[in-house]
């Protein structure tokens, strides 16, 4: 089917008790046996709910995988997925990712006997120079958040398949509508469902999509072994979204492109990454491996006054944490998303002070590129 008649239809069946269209929230810790031993497949809330894992599917079809496994934040999903490697293990991870992800690997996992190589993984050749006898998974996030750097999914397949490593990406930027990291043979796909997949900055949610039974086998139980799901109310309100999932990514699309040219006319920024732009480094991979280039911009100001300036005087886009809201949100990535990534470090990926994120909604442009000039002027 076609990605809007998935996204609406996928994993969704009308209630068989009482024919209602959308799937109720099952909104239940446990269920009724019959007798001993004999149940309808549901036991307890935390191993199965309807819901979630109508979810779970729905969005699993838009990744064109066969497996979702629903978790109760990005974050969460990327700590489960740890769980398929064991202390002595090495990962290699782009050096560019989600402030919080850099946390949970390096300042808490890292505790736990695994170790990390942080590597600019837009050059292949960084991943391969970092395989160690103990290396046993790469992890991507392209394009990284916030500096929209993007790694060839290709080539990292083709990396981990000859080194039998597991292959993972970050797809949260992009979203299912506009990459889809399992057709080109990565293993795991990681999403912040918080983001564009929910889009209604209502619900923190995370996902993992899989094609391969052994790690579903495996990452369902950890779903259930450590508990970190999401409530039937979260999943439901994800199932809504996914509905409007391809009409919205075009907005954003649209408006982030229109917003990008108009900053590189303006001439206030010193830089502007947008995949979007021919002038982005990445241009040509971005239309090689995207069928989009996304609602998310970064502006280098070259100066924290000016950077402070346009977060205060900006009036419709609303200055906060997250993304991939109908609501554009604009952050500081070096005092916000990425705090807890050193300054010394934050500086080498381009993360500098005067760095203003843009994550464009879908209001209409004009009004979103006044409030940015006014902002400027
Ligand atoms: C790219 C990316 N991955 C993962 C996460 C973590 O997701 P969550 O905030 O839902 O835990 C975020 C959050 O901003 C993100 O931007």
Not at 84 to 104: E, F, M, P, Q
Not at 264 to 291: C, N, T, V, W
Request: proline share 3%; charged share 20%; hydrophobic share 35%.
């Amino acid at each position: 089917m076609g990605f809007s008649t998935d996204a609406i239809h996928a994993g969704q069946h009308p209630d068989e008790v009482t024919g209602a269209v959308i799937t109720p929230i099952y909104q239940t810790s446990t269920y009724a046996q019959q007798e001993l031993g004999k149940n309808k497949g549901y036991e307890y809330g935390r191993t199965h709910n309807l819901t979630r894992s109508s979810m779970e599917t729905n969005i699993a079809v838009l990744e064109k995988g066969k497996y979702g496994i629903a978790f109760a934040s990005g974050v969460a999903s990327a700590h489960a997925l740890l769980s398929l490697v064991k202390a002595g293990d090495h990962i290699i991870c782009s050096s560019n990712v989600y402030g919080g992800t850099y946390r949970l690997f390096e300042l808490i996992m890292k505790d736990y006997g695994l170790e990390f190589s942080w590597v600019n993984s837009s050059d292949l050749s960084n991943i391969e120079k970092a395989i160690n006898k103990n290396t046993k998974m790469i992890y991507v996030e392209t394009p990284t958040n916030p500096m929209l750097t993007l790694t060839d999914l290709r080539g990292v397949v083709e990396i981990a398949r000859k080194n039998n490593l597991i292959s993972v990406c970050d797809n949260t930027f992009m979203s299912p509508y506009f990459q889809n990291p399992l057709t080109f043979g990565i293993d795991i796909v990681l999403h912040s469902s918080t983001k564009y997949l929910n889009g209604h900055s209502d619900v923190i949610g995370g996902i993992l999509v899989t094609n391969n039974e052994n790690f579903h086998e495996r990452l369902r139980y950890i779903q259930n072994a450590t508990g970190g799901i999401p409530s039937p109310f979260d999943c439901w309100l994800v199932m809504r979204s996914t509905k409007t999932l391809a009409v919205r990514m075009e907005r954003h699309e649209k408006n982030a492109m229109q917003l990008a040219k108009f900053l590189s006319d303006y001439g206030a920024a010193k830089k502007i990454y947008y995949p979007g732009l021919p002038s982005h480094p990445q241009h040509e991979l971005a239309k090689k491996q995207m069928r989009g280039f996304g609602g998310m911009i970064s502006v280098d100001f070259g100066d924290i006054q000016i950077a402070k300036k346009v977060l205060k005087n900006v009036k419709i886009f609303t200055l906060g944490e997250s993304l991939g809201g109908v609501e554009s949100l604009i952050s500081h990535p070096a005092t916000m998303t990425h705090g807890s990534v050193p300054k010394q470090e934050r500086e080498k990926l381009g993360i500098t002070d005067g760095l203003v994120r843009f994550s464009v909604g879908i209001e209409d442009i004009e009004d979103l590129i006044s409030d940015v000039k006014n902002a400027l002027s």
